[in-house]
């Protein structure tokens, strides 16, 4: 709305609803974002809005969230306001990882740039969660012995991390918890068209999961992806991956 671009979103609106609901939260309120909400004065946004449509008793906000027409509206303006309206302010202060400022801007950096997916989770608190759909990919993987699920993020504006492989864990539609690695790139072995896909091959999991939604945990990045000669270079390759993926889901370092 600001910019005129789409910002890669860390978490989508579906999963910040699930994640919420784990927490116990019993009612999720939406205030879809516009040019004519960013124009509204921070006082009538706290009174009209918050306190009068939501029905706020009480706010969580970061150290330097601003809000408002001209981003006016801070910490000092809520709690000003507060005790007059009945509500509560809470301020979750700066955090600190390694000399470095938790911010949704550096864990894109760390995902985007580094495809640093470790970094990434200490910075959050969990991995990097992805939720998608599988679609119907071309099968050359199950030729070579490494079937994968070609995902599909539900939500185009989704961030994907940088091109390379990634040690993963997964839910499937049924719940069960599995784990695998995945790959994000443009199978420059096989492809030359240069689209993106994201592929993820499931350890010990033989069934067809087309059409169904999986959830999938970035643990850890271990390889640039990288063209080889054919597909005995490929298979080689991959085993050597699934080895080292294997062991880093179960604590290797």
């Known amino acids: 709305v600001l910019l005129g671009h789409p910002i890669p979103l860390l978490t989508t609106l579906a999963e910040r609803a699930d994640a919420l609901e784990e927490l116990g939260v019993e009612r999720f309120v939406v205030i879809r974002f516009s040019r004519d909400l960013s124009l509204l004065e921070p006082e009538d946004y706290i009174r009209d809005v918050l306190v009068d449509q939501v029905g706020m008793g009480e706010i ?26 009945g509500f509560y302010v809470d301020v979750i202060p700066e955090q600190i990882q390694e000399d470095v400022t938790v911010s949704s801007t550096e864990i894109r950096r760390q995902l985007e740039e580094a495809g640093d997916a470790a970094r990434a989770a200490e910075l959050v608190g969990l991995p990097y969660r992805s939720t998608g759909t599988v679609g119907r990919g071309e099968q050359r993987g199950r030729t070579i012995g490494y079937p994968t699920a070609n ?13 390379g492989v990634y040690a993963v864990r997964a839910r499937l539609a049924d719940g069960s918890a599995v784990t695998g690695m995945m790959n994000i790139g443009r199978r420059p072995t096989f492809e030359t068209d240069g689209q993106r896909t994201i592929e993820v091959h499931l350890f010990d999991v033989d069934r067809d999961l087309y059409g169904q939604r999986l959830t999938v945990d970035v643990i850890e990045r271990i390889r640039d992806e990288r063209r080889f000669d054919g597909a005995d270079g490929l298979t080689r390759q991959l085993a050597d991956d699934r080895r080292l993926a294997k062991w880093l889901l179960e604590g290797g370092k």
């Open 151 to 163: 995902v599909e993020p539900t939500d185009a504006r989704k961030l994907v991390p940088k091109a």
């Open 60 to 85: 969580v906000i970061g150290y330097d969230h601003r809000f408002g027409r001209k981003a006016r509206g801070d910490r000092a303006l809520l709690a000003a306001m507060g005790p007059g309206l």
